[in-house]
């Protein structure tokens, strides 16, 4: 005779987790939405790119967040096109993840197989361009346009 | 008679079970549509949803009405579960490749030496989305190993999208803008 498995009941918390994700989520959004990054000395040089000359896979990140938040497409593609590439793929998935919280229910096989492509997916398409603009010739088409120096106001 | 494997809520291999076994679990609450079975003689892990044998009692199949013929029912197609590359199912021992993966990227979140705020988001989101990636393809493989690798790495990553957020909301606050 086989031990019983337990009775199975849904954790509480996991109710709530999409807290964690749309609270940082929005509030990133939102203070970058009202702060534009080259306008704003929050952020230190990049010293990554100060020491090597190359394009981490996150540059161009918050400008692109920023203009995409004041519902400039375009050029948050100028800035960072992995990111607004991804974009079409994550957010039909984090809706459905939220969806799927808020309801209490656990995915469908065939749900979380959906999760697993539209994951890939937003990964390749953020990476790709990300890497890519690195290399010379087309490429840097691919990369932010440089950030124009900001003349101290005096 | 069939005989089944199933996984339990406590992530446990349970089985081979006989049909009446796997249905008295059902009953009690110890299994339901989304429980992984395997039936014995079969590689492919499932649901227990996707099987007709169990739709009755899962409240999937429609209702009968008496006096008129059955409606044909659909068969519903079985999911397909593509395994990774490299990956089969019954070598408990593999472990999924994206649980290393994320460990990776959210101990360059923690750490973040390249001196950018920037450098903590983008390896926070990425630590979060390979770990889901990894817990989401255990879950749909039941012999991977590494959720305990993924779990910290997640853990590991939203705790640095926290102070990722924090230190943008401080700072935002406190330097005038230009």
């Avoid at chain 1, 090597?52 to 004041?70: E, K, V």
């Avoid at chain 2, 397909?80 to 070598?91: D, H, M």
């Amino acid at each position: 005779m086989n031990p019983a498995p337990p009775v199975l009941k849904p954790s509480p918390w996991r109710r709530w987790a999409w807290v964690l994700v749309v609270l940082p989520a929005g509030l990133t959004v939102w203070l970058l939405g009202a702060n534009d990054p080259v306008k704003t000395e929050i952020y230190p040089p990049c010293s990554f790119h100060k020491a090597t000359g190359l394009l981490c896979p996150g540059c161009g990140g918050l400008r692109s967040t920023h203009h995409l938040a004041n519902g400039r497409l375009g050029q948050a593609f100028q800035n960072h096109p992995g990111f607004v590439l991804a974009l079409p793929f994550l957010l039909p998935l984090v809706s459905v993840w939220i969806w799927h919280r808020v309801r209490n229910d656990e995915e469908t096989l065939r749900t979380r197989m959906i999760y697993d492509r539209a994951l890939k997916m937003a990964l390749i398409l953020f990476f790709v361009p990300a890497l890519l603009r690195n290399l010379p010739g087309p490429f840097q088409n691919f990369a932010p346009p440089p950030v124009a120096k900001v003349a101290p106001s005096k | 008679m069939p005989r089944y494997t199933i996984i339990g809520g406590d992530d446990r291999e349970y089985g081979p079970i006989s049909l009446d076994q796997v249905r008295a679990w059902i009953r009690e609450g110890r299994a339901d549509e989304n429980t992984r079975v395997r039936p014995e003689g079969s590689q492919q892990w499932t649901a227990l949803g996707e099987l007709s044998e169990f739709a009755e009692l899962l409240g999937i199949a429609p209702p009968k009405t008496p006096g008129l013929p059955p409606l044909p029912v659909p068969k519903r197609k079985p999911a397909e579960l593509k395994l990774p590359p490299g990956q089969q199912v019954g070598a408990p021992t593999a472990s999924n490749p994206w649980a290393g993966v994320s460990l990776a990227f959210a101990i360059g979140a923690m750490t973040c030496g390249c001196g950018h705020p920037l450098c903590w988001g983008v390896f926070a989101g990425l630590g979060i989305a390979t770990s889901l990636m990894a817990l989401n393809q255990i879950k749909l493989n039941p012999g991977q190993r590494g959720a305990g690798m993924a779990k910290i790495s997640l853990a590991m990553s939203v705790a640095s999208l926290l102070l990722f957020i924090l230190a943008i909301g401080a700072v935002a606050s406190l330097l005038p803008q230009k």
